[in-house]
């Protein structure tokens, strides 16, 4: 497991990730600062393939590879996440991740982080950043579609960064928003129905394992900015055709969209940037236009979060 002569590696688990990364905007620096880098091709020093992910047909699930290299933050992980389809009587969740961090001078293994939490804290962190960047003016209602554990690090983050006047909840399951709207610190409208909870919303983050479209264009407010983070599978949809075809579209990898996105592919929409471009200034933002930032997660932000948390876990903050 690990090399003679070099220190063993180090277990950080959830607790403890948690403790280090207990607001997932701490992480908004290095996130920005990745996505730039990412987008900014060799010169960026990203080295990032697109995922790996085996499927595991027989029990519903799969399991996804991530590696990554910032040569600007000199991080040096890979991720393990596992995805299953939410089978009811189970305690487990369906997403589970590991992150191994390397010293990137000699290849051995430093470290060993629960990645479940550090998946949810970063994805909420990149939605928040495109949504800065690409929501309408006087954005005042935030729309959340599902209640699992990405609808919760998304409201927590949301609410700290964005004054809303109201939030509302749709999920598939009315109970599990029930228990979203009274387990968080702000009012929360529970929806019984998608469309209900979409119409006249300025905001729209879409965090749900749905495999076929939850959300329709016909629903959605001209000028909405709308943050599509499930459906990582290239026959798994969110978002309909028209909402795809008619908003400017942005993703965090266009390789990943391309290879990954059932949205992104079956719609045949086009991709109009990398949020990378956009903060970097390449690219405009156009919020006055239906934005989609279309988030699949990239293994360069799991490398920096998971750097975050080893170095404030070092330094024994
Ligand atoms: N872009 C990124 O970087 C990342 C994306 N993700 C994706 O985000 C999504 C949410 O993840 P997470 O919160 O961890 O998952 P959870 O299992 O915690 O929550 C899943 C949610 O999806 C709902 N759901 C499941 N199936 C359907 C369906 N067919 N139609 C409508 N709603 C459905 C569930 O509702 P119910 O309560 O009724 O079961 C629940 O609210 C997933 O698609 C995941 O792959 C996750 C990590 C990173
Ligand atoms: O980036 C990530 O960890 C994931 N994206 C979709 C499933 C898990």
Known sequence: MFAMGSAPPVFIGAEEVEKHLHRASLLLPALEAALANFSSGSAGGVA???????????????????????????????????????????????????????????????????????????TAAVSAIATKLLMPPFAEVLCILGAGVQAYSHYDIFTELFTFKEVRIWNRTKEKAVKFANSVNG???????????????????????????????????????????????????????????????????????????????????EIFAELGEVVKGTKPALPEKTTVFKSLGMAVEDAVAAKFVYDSWSAGN
């Open 187 to 269: 009012p929360v409208q529970v929806c019984s129905s998608a469309q209900e909870a979409v119409t006249g919303a300025d905001i729209i983050v879409t965090v749900t394992m749905a495999t076929t479209p939850i959300l329709f264009g016909d629903w959605v407010k001209p000028g909405a900015h709308i943050n599509a983070v499930g459906a990582s599978r290239p026959d798994w949809r969110e978002l309909d055709d028209e909402l795809m075809k008619n908003s400017v579209l942005f993703v965090d990898s266009r390789d990943a969209a391309l290879t990954e996105s059932g949205d992104v592919i079956l719609s045949g929409a």
């Open 48 to 122: 990032q393939p697109v995922r790996t992910v085996v499927p595991v047909h027989r029990h519903g699930g799969f399991l996804g590879v991530m590696p990554a290299y910032s040569a600007a933050d000199d991080a040096l992980t890979t991720k393990l996440v596992t995805f299953y389809e939410h089978k009811k009587d189970s305690s487990v969740p369906s997403h589970q991740a590991t992150v191994l961090l390397f010293d990137p001078r000699n290849g051995s293994l430093k470290a060993v982080l629960d990645g479940s939490v550090i998946t949810a804290k970063r």
